[in-house]
């Protein structure tokens, strides 16, 4: 079972979907172009205390963390 975790202002939201199913795999790909297309940055786990910046849909990252683009002021 995969995971994607979209941090926002309110936490985070849980998105948990099987890699072998096609429909559920679709549908996660969508999710990420959707959210990086509206400006969150997308990291996957490479390893223990490794992260890598991801900029396309990887269905075998185990999980994917989504972070809003910062905004400063």
Do not use: C, W
């Not at 072998?20 to 795999?25: F, G, S, T, V």
């Not at 996660?28 to 969150?40: I, Q």
């Not at 890598?52 to 683009?69: G, L, W, Y």
């Amino acid at each position: 079972m995969a995971i994607q975790i979209v941090m926002d202002s309110t936490g985070d939201s849980r998105y948990f979907f099987n890699p072998d199913d096609a429909r559920e795999l679709a549908k996660a790909e969508r999710r990420f172009y959707e959210l990086t297309d509206a400006g969150f940055t997308a990291a996957a786990r490479t390893g223990p205390g490794h992260v890598s910046q991801m900029r396309s849909f990887d269905p075998n990252a185990e999980e994917t963390v989504f972070f809003p683009r910062l905004v400063g002021g």
